[in-house]
């Protein structure tokens, strides 16, 4: 089966920017496909799986689609959705609650 091509979203060079900026480490890894997080994110000695969406699209357009959800209901572990550069800033300064379980959008 082909895969296709991951969509990139319009802010992710924007968040990966601000969370680099802070000193973060960014492992792009929107290309893994199977529903698997945008990003993987190191700071101070943690490690962060982040889904970026699009903050400035319809909220319709920001929810997981059907593949991402499954990855997020079966993962164990943190797993987080961000819509713009503050809320990537806030799950790694440790300013937001993190969700064990997919965000409901």
């Known amino acids: 089966m082909t895969r296709l091509a991951a969509k990139t979203d319009a802010n992710a060079k924007e968040i990966d920017k601000a969370l680099l900026a802070l000193g973060a480490s960014v492992a792009k890894t929107d290309g893994v496909g199977g529903g698997f997080p945008d990003r993987v994110v190191g700071f101070n000695g943690k490690n962060y799986l982040i889904e970026y969406k699009d903050g400035s699209k319809p909220p319709s357009k920001q929810r997981l689609n059907e593949q991402q959800r499954r990855w997020h209901d079966k993962w164990q572990g943190q797993v987080v959705v961000v819509r713009n550069p503050r809320e990537a800033l ?7 609650i993190l969700k064990m379980k997919s965000d409901p959008t």
């Open 90 to 96: 806030e799950v790694v300064l440790g300013l937001r």
